[in-house]
């Protein structure tokens, strides 16, 4: 970076925050937080910084929010394909309406997630 060879701290912290961000948006949530770590780390050298550390932090928060609900994402995913097996097992039987119910309630959970994620790309 050009901030970081000319000793711009400021500068090159604004950097990471932009490819944080940029990581964030790719959902490379683990690239995403050391890059805001990296920001983080340059601010809290620097004095009269403060507004811009608790930004870090509040991406560093709004990362760790996002991974979260992607592996909440991915366990309802595999939980729908679980009911879709025991569905075609419960075909023509009392259990059938049971799994629906299940589905549906799985695949509202799966809308909610994605609504969300939306949501952040906005």
């Not at 060879?5 to 912290?13: L, N």
């Not at 490379?28 to 601010?43: G, S, V």
């Not at 809290?44 to 507004?51: G, H």
């Not at 990362?63 to 609900?69: D, F, R, Y």
Request: proline share 1%; glycine share 4%.
């Amino acid at each position: 970076m050009i901030c970081k060879r000319i000793g711009h701290c400021q500068g090159e912290a604004k950097g990471y925050i932009n490819l944080g961000e940029l990581h964030y948006r790719v959902q490379r949530y683990d690239e995403a937080i050391l890059c805001y770590q990296k920001a983080l780390d340059l601010e809290k050298s620097m004095e009269d910084e403060d507004a811009l550390v608790a930004q870090i932090d509040q991406n560093i928060e709004t990362v760790k929010e996002a991974i979260n609900v992607m592996n909440d994402l991915k366990k309802e995913e595999q939980n729908l394909k679980k009911l879709k097996r025991n569905m075609v097992i419960a075909k023509g039987t009392p259990q059938k309406r049971k799994f629906l119910l299940l589905q549906n309630s799985c695949l509202d959970r799966l809308i909610e997630k994605s609504a969300m994620i939306f949501a952040w790309l906005k």
